[in-house]
Nanobody
Framework: QVQLVESGGGLVQAGGSLRLSCAAS????????MGWFRQAPGKERTFVAAINWSGTMRQYLDSLKGRFTISRDNAKKMVYLQMNSLEPDDTAVYYCAAASDWGRTQRYDYNYWGQGTQVTVSS
């Protein structure tokens, strides 16, 4: 049974930082592209970032480049999202997801999902 478990969310002031973590089990982690998505209240779930199986390629939502960094540790079966200079518009539930192929940014391209972790940025 595949499980993706996110952690690290919380309440932070604008300008602050958070590091999200996602622990994976039940899949050959090093074979999967890992991604982060987010969903704000009343909005669609949207792509944030992805990293390929080896960690050598990264992809970001253009508007987040420079503030967010995705990384992974295949030995620990973990993926991370470092979020800096947070803004109130970053408030959302953040989801970790796994995809079989690289270059995927659509929700339907991802095979497995975590339950999400809430990030709230106060102004």
């Amino acid at each position: 049974q595949v499980q993706l478990v996110e952690s690290g969310g919380g309440l932070v002031q604008a300008g602050g930082s958070l590091r999200l973590s996602c622990a994976a089990s039940g899949l050959t982690f090093s074979s999967y592209t890992m991604g982060w998505f987010r969903q704000a209240p009343g909005k669609e779930r949207t792509f944030v970032a992805a990293i390929n199986w080896s960690g050598t390629m990264r992809q970001y939502l253009d508007s987040l480049k420079g503030r967010f960094t995705i990384s992974r540790d295949n030995a620990k079966k973990m993926v991370y999202l470092q979020m800096n200079s947070l803004e109130p518009d970053d408030t959302a539930v953040y989801y970790c997801a796994a995809a079989s192929d690289w270059g995927r940014t659509q929700r339907y391209d991802y095979n497995y999902w975590g339950q999400g972790t809430q990030v709230t940025v106060s102004s």
